[in-house]
């Protein structure tokens, strides 16, 4: 198993919903590079970042709505891209709204497919107001049982799960792949008539 995390503000990547954003007057954008070496052979995607203002950060938005331009594309099954795929958030800072984040971030992926465990998110806010993060000295972040039970509990609960998906060969095709549809039949719920 290998880990490989992707820091938005280390990379040119523009906010946006196409694909490609240097095909849409953007100088730059390395998403399509990352997504095509990183998320396309990931079985989990984890989304973890800061509280600002009691809710997401705007790098956080950003990587979903990037995400989300991907999601119209299809596995091999027929099934949208990210379908097999677990999901799960991580919220940090020093303000309250970790679980109104973790709402947020966890119904994007599972929107746009992504398989949600139970408890698969955690967060750690701190001191309310101005203070230390979860890693700096003084903050107590790594030694707040809560927090740790909780981390250890998703990152069990994703693993798990994906073990799950990987081994059962993704999720089942049958009535959600796109190839059994005729879109141009919509009084027809059932794909297989």
């Not at 999720?171 to 879109?183: C, M």
Request: glycine content about 10%.
């Amino acid at each position: 198993m290998t880990v490989d995390e992707i820091r938005t503000v280390d990379h040119d990547i523009p906010a946006g919903m196409e694909t490609d954003l240097g095909e849409h007057g953007c100088d730059r954008d390395e998403f399509p590079a990352i997504y095509r070496e990183l998320v396309t052979p990931a079985d989990i995607i984890l989304i973890c970042g800061p509280i600002w203002l009691g809710d997401q950060s705007s790098q956080t938005r950003k990587i979903i709505e990037r995400l989300y331009a991907y999601s119209s594309e299809v596995n091999q099954a027929g099934q949208w891209a990210y379908y097999g795929k677990v999901g799960g958030a991580l919220t940090t800072g020093n303000d309250d709204g970790g679980k109104h984040v973790s709402a947020q971030v966890l119904y994007a992926l599972q929107h746009i497919g992504l398989a949600i465990p139970p408890q698969s998110d955690t967060y750690w806010t701190g001191e309310a107001g101005p203070g230390p993060s979860y890693l700096d000295p003084d903050a107590g972040g790594e030694r707040n049982a809560w927090a740790t039970r909780n981390t250890v509990f998703m990152t069990w609960n994703v693993l798990h799960l994906a073990r799950m998906l990987k081994n059962a060969g993704g999720i089942p095709a049958y009535g959600n792949s796109t190839r059994d549809w005729d879109l141009t039949k919509p009084t027809n719920p059932n794909p297989h008539q």
